[in-house]
């Protein structure tokens, strides 16, 4: 039986991804070396993309133990290592695909809005709006310099985007500590200093200022207030600034804090 002259030639390599990169592999794939099959003359990026690992969140790859760049040729017989996001120490003398310092401003996708919400009250700096398709997203966080958060894996499999993360946690709260400790913002925390409506820096107005632009009861009630500087949404502290401290120390962020709260 004569062999099909058009039929691919196929080629194998060995995988080997460490950490939370495991989660876009099949399970009987995960924490494992395993065969990858292909075909043609790809390059490093094209095969971790066959894999279903995105590039944007690979940190580092080896290959035959030395680290190289995304458009590394493939050939076919090459042991592959592949890491995510790496302290500088477990770097040592490779060179990682993300560049350094890392992002502490970020733009969210539409399925993020409650984390959204979390991360200005945690005073971290971050773009979300509902309409926000993926054009755009990547198209800001490019020339922004921002990391993007998604619940959409689709979007880090783009070549452009440089910082990207798939926030694993469904629930807003553990999604908060999971975003906090993967890009190791925790010295970044400045808690009530964003507007939770649309990211603006706080500072605070004198209560003259601000008698016609807020309920009776919260003027005679309170003494300090807070406005957006981009917005102009003012903000005291009440009853939701300590329901959110609560939520944050809960959470282990905080034990005491002074900060504004929303108004109605």
């Known amino acids: 039986m004569e062999s099909d002259p058009h039929a691919p030639l196929w080629r194998h390599l060995t995988l080997r991804c460490y950490r939370e990169l495991n989660d876009f592999l099949p399970v009987p794939s995960r924490e494992r070396c395993f065969?990858?099959?292909?075909?043609?003359?790809?390059?490093?990026?094209?095969?971790?993309?066959?894999?279903?690992?995105?590039?944007?969140?690979?940190?580092?790859?080896?290959?035959?133990?030395?680290?190289?760049?995304?458009?590394?040729?493939?050939?076919?017989?090459?042991?592959?290592?592949?890491?995510?996001?790496?302290?500088?120490?477990?770097?040592?003398?490779?060179?990682?695909?993300?560049?350094?310092?890392?992002?502490?401003?970020?733009?969210?996708?539409?399925n993020l809005g409650r984390l959204a919400r979390l991360m200005r009250l945690s005073g971290l700096d971050c773009l979300y709006r509902r309409d926000f398709d993926d054009e755009e997203i990547v198209r800001l966080a490019c020339e922004h310099g921002r990391g993007i958060l998604t619940r959409d894996k689709g979007i880090l499999h783009r070549g452009a985007v440089i910082h990207g993360y798939w926030v694993r946690n469904t629930d807003p709260e553990r999604q908060l500590l999971e975003v906090i400790h993967h890009y190791a913002l925790e010295g970044r925390l400045s808690f009530f200093s964003r507007c939770i409506r649309c990211n603006g820096l706080l500072h605070t107005i004198s209560r003259d200022e601000v008698r016609d632009r807020v309920p009776a009861g919260a003027w005679r009630e309170h003494r300090h207030f807070f406005v957006c500087d981009d917005c102009g949404q003012v903000y005291w502290r009440g009853s939701h600034h300590r329901a959110m401290t609560r939520t944050l120390t809960r959470l282990g962020l905080l034990s005491k804090t002074q900060g504004p709260e929303t108004g109605p």
């Open 35 to 110: 065969q990858f099959r292909f075909s043609g003359q790809p390059s490093l990026k094209s095969v971790l993309e066959g894999a279903g690992v995105p590039q944007a969140e690979v940190d580092l790859v080896l290959v035959d133990g030395q680290s190289t760049t995304l458009d590394h040729p493939i050939t076919g017989g090459e042991r592959l290592e592949v890491f995510p996001l790496l302290e500088p120490l477990e770097i040592d003398s490779f060179t990682p695909l993300r560049p350094r310092p890392l992002p502490d401003a970020f733009i969210l996708d539409v």
